[in-house]
Nanobody
């Protein structure tokens, strides 16, 4: 199984970025997908998740309205659209996959597969 995240970079505060994660080696529709992030010196934290069909999305409350998760099951990809970025959004962003269970979106321990991470840096 491979999850390849891309799309990170340097952006000014207020700007936007879209991260993408391409999955291979798994039956994509068997998995819920999530995005997590880890800032220097901090724990990896949940950002957003989407269920296997794309019909359910889940966000950490503090990011609702700024970030949007989506998936394309025909292309085995999941995306994270990030708007109105703030310096505190600076982190390495990871995509992850967990077997579809209908719950546990926020629990990183339930995610079996992880991408390598992509750096997002927001300058003030």
């Amino acid at each position: 199984v491979q999850l390849q995240a891309s799309g990170g970079g340097l952006v000014q505060a207020g700007g936007s970025l879209t991260l993408s994660c391409a999955a291979s080696g798994l039956t994509f529709t068997y998995y819920d997908m999530g995005w997590f992030r880890q800032a220097p010196g901090k724990e990896r934290e949940f950002v957003a998740a989407i269920n296997w069909s794309g019909g359910g999305t889940y966000y950490v409350d503090s990011l609702k309205g700024r970030f949007t998760i989506s998936r394309d099951n025909a292309k085995n990809t999941v995306a994270l659209q990030m708007n109105s970025l703030k310096p505190e959004d600076t982190a390495v962003y990871f995509c992850a996959a967990k077997y579809k269970t209908g719950s546990g979106w926020y629990n990183k321990a339930l995610y079996a597969y992880w991408g390598q991470g992509t750096q997002v840096t927001v300058s003030s």
